[in-house]
C-alpha cells in the first residue's frame, strides 16, 4: 500500500477545525510517496463521479485524484 497525497487533502486537512485530528493525517500525509497536484482533467472526473455515482463535493474530488 502506498500513501498518495493531494492538494485537496491538504485543503481538507487545513479546514478541520479539530486540532488533533489535523495534526494526526499532517504527519500521515508527510509520509507520502507522492503528490497530485489538480488540474482540469481532475476536476471533471470530479464532476463526473458526483452525476454519475452521487458522490458530492471533497469525497468526489479526492476520489479522482
Given at each position: ?6 492538494e485537496a ?8 477545525p ?21 488540474n482540469e482533467?481532475l ?19 479526492n476520489?479522482?485524484?
Open positions: 500500500m502506498e500513501i498518495v497525497s493531494s487533502l491538504v485543503a481538507e486537512t487545513n479546514n478541520n479539530y486540532n488533533e485530528r489535523r495534526v494526526f493525517v499532517e504527519s500521515v500525509l508527510q509520509e507520502a510517496k507522492s503528490f497530485q497536484n489538480l482533467n476536476l471533471t472526473r470530479a464532476e463526473d463521479i458526483e452525476v454519475n455515482m452521487r458522490i458530492k463535493g471533497i469525497d468526489s474530488l476520489l479522482a485524484c
